[in-house]
């Protein structure tokens, strides 16, 4: 019934699934089949779903996911944390699955730092050998930015800077990421991935307004904020 509201007001429908082994078992004795297997015979998967996590997918789960467009977003520090195990990225995007990055909650990545949700997750998913494939920077800052737009179903609007879109942008400071050094070799996109966390940006700007510049926040008083939540507590 979810499935069918969303459709038909064009929504999008956003799920967990296969956090943990557990709910995959659960739901093939109740049901004989994988959760992602049910939900394409319900008709619950499509363009317009993203699903949290996918750490354990099958393989077939993962056609079923690229053949109906379904994007999975990707938690490696909350998969970490509670012990949920290591999502198969490589083999999503091998698949063709549209993935993208996320925390899961504010609560479990304590920085609440997209930069190091990257960095983590270049130093994941780097297979043992020398001849295999490793996950690339250009393929992290992709599901940051338009897999994640993909995944929140404004993959039309956000996601890249190009006409027709919002002007969203975070600057870095490139001299803090660069120190002490940096050979002129590596690939800065590696570099920004790797070594930037969030102390490095300098501004941050959502359709084209500025809601972060050099630690003040234009027409929110972010102390007062935080006081009141530490009072709260």
């Given at each position: 019934r979810i499935a069918e509201y969303a459709d038909r007001h064009g929504l999008g429908l956003h799920t967990h699934l296969v956090e943990t082994l557990y709910q995959r078992q659960y739901a093939e004795r109740l049901h004989?089949?994988?959760p992602a297997r049910r939900l394409y015979e319900i008709g619950s998967l499509g363009s317009k779903v993203s699903l949290a996590h996918g750490v354990w997918l099958t393989r077939e789960d993962m056609a079923l996911l690229a053949e109906t467009g379904t994007a999975v977003c990707h938690n490696p520090s909350s998969n970490l944390r509670l012990h949920s195990g290591i999502?198969?990225?490589l083999e999503m995007l091998g698949q063709g699955v549209p993935v993208a990055l996320g925390t899961d909650s504010t609560a479990i990545n304590d920085d609440d730092d997209m930069f190091q949700e990257m960095g983590l997750a270049f130093a994941l998913h780097r297979p043992p050998g020398l001849q295999e494939r490793s996950i690339t920077a250009h393929q992290l800052l992709h599901m940051a930015t338009l897999g994640g737009a993909r995944a929140t179903t404004f993959g039309d609007s956000i996601g890249?800077?190009?006409?027709?879109?919002?002007?969203?942008?975070?600057?870095?400071?490139?001299?803090?990421?660069?120190r002490p050094y940096l050979d002129p070799d590596v690939d800065p996109l590696e570099a920004l991935v790797t070594r930037a966390r969030s102390r490095d940006v300098q501004a941050v700007m959502v359709a084209?307004?500025?809601v972060y510049q050099e630690g003040v926040y234009p027409g929110i008083d972010h102390k007062a904020i935080v006081q009141e939540i530490e009072e709260g507590l």
């Open positions: 004989g089949q994988t999502a198969l990225v890249s800077l190009e006409p027709g879109r919002q002007a969203d942008m975070v600057l870095v400071d490139w001299d803090r990421i660069s084209g307004r500025i």
